[in-house]
T-cell receptor, first 114, second 113 residues
Framework: NAGVMQNPRHLVRRRGQEARLRCSPMKGHSHVYWYRQLPEEGLKFMVY????????ESGMPKERFSAEFPKEGPSILRIQQVVRGDSAAYFC????????????FGQGTRLTVV | GDSVTQMEGPVTLSEEAFLTINCTYTATGYPSLFWYVQYPGEGLQLLLKATKADDKGSNKGFEATYRKETTSFHLEKGSVQVSDSAVYFC????????????FGTGTSLTVIP
C-alpha cells in the first residue's frame, strides 16, 4: 500500500506563471488536507477536501489559490500568477475518515518562484 | 483559538545525551496531541501521539505524556543518536472540529558523535 504521493517533488516557476501541485492519497483515503510550510516556520493549514467537496478552506489565501479533489484522480492545489512569497514546501495529508488523527503526510512539493 | 508553543532551537546534543523538547498548548476543546519528525528533505512522519489526558505516547525510545493540568506534551528521549538529528514538530488536533492540525514552529535537533 503506497503512501501519500505528491508530485512533483520540486517545482520551479517564474513570477506570474501557474503552479499545479498534485497529491494522490493513500488507497482507501477520501479525505485530503493541504498545508504550507514557509521557511523557518511550522506548517499552516490551507484546505480540507473530501471527494468533489471543499469542506474547510479557512486557511487558503483569498486570491490566486484554489484546490480540488475530483471523483477520479489526485487532489490538485493550483496557484495562479505565482509570486516570490509563494516559495514554500507544500504538504498533503490524507485520512480514511474525517479527522486528522489517522492522517499520513506526503513528502511534499518544494516550490521555488524565481 | 487553538495553538501550540514549542521550545525554540536549534538544539545541539552529544550522542547518548538526554533530550527534552518542551511543548505547551492552548485548546478550546479536547485535543489530541502529536509529535512529528521531519528529516532533511523529507516530509513529516508521525513519531507518537496521545488522545486523552494522562496518556503516554512512545515510539523509537521517544516518549511524551499528555498533561492536562499543565497543558503540556514534552518530548523526551533518554539517549539520543546521530540518526535522531531532524526537526521535531509538536501539534494538536481539536476533536471538536478535527479538520486540521495546529503545529508548533519546530525544533531543530543536531546530535554530534
Amino acid at each position: 500500500n503506497a503512501g501519500v504521493m505528491q508530485n512533483p517533488r520540486h517545482l520551479v516557476r517564474r513570477r506570474g506563471q501557474e503552479a499545479r501541485l498534485r497529491c494522490s492519497p493513500m488507497k482507501g483515503h477520501s479525505h485530503v488536507y493541504w498545508y504550507r510550510q514557509l521557511p523557518e516556520e511550522g506548517l499552516k493549514f490551507m484546505v480540507y477536501l473530501q471527494k468533489e467537496n471543499i469542506i474547510d478552506e479557512s486557511g487558503m489565501p483569498k486570491e490566486r489559490f484554489s484546490a480540488e479533489f475530483p471523483k477520479e484522480g489526485p487532489s490538485i492545489l493550483r496557484i495562479q500568477q505565482v509570486v516570490r512569497g509563494d516559495s514554500a514546501a507544500y504538504f498533503c495529508a490524507s485520512s480514511p475518515r474525517k479527522g486528522v488523527t489517522e492522517a499520513f503526510f506526503g513528502q511534499g512539493t518544494r516550490l521555488t518562484v524565481v | 483559538g487553538d495553538s501550540v508553543t514549542q521550545m525554540e532551537g536549534p538544539v545541539t546534543l552529544s550522542e547518548e545525551a538526554f533530550l527534552t523538547i518542551n511543548c505547551t498548548y492552548t485548546a478550546t476543546g479536547y485535543p489530541s496531541l502529536f509529535w512529528y519528525v521531519q528529516y532533511p528533505g523529507e516530509g513529516l512522519q508521525l513519531l507518537l501521539k496521545a488522545t486523552k489526558a494522562d496518556d503516554k505516547g512512545s515510539n523509537k525510545g521517544f516518549e511524551a505524556t499528555y498533561r492536562k493540568e499543565t497543558t503540556s506534551f514534552h518530548l523526551e528521549k533518554g539517549s539520543v543518536q546521530v540518526s535522531d538529528s531532524a526537526v521535531y514538530f509538536c501539534a494538536l488536533s481539536d476533536t471538536n472540529t478535527g479538520n486540521q492540525f495546529y503545529f508548533g514552529t519546530g525544533t531543530s535537533l543536531t546530535v554530534i558523535p
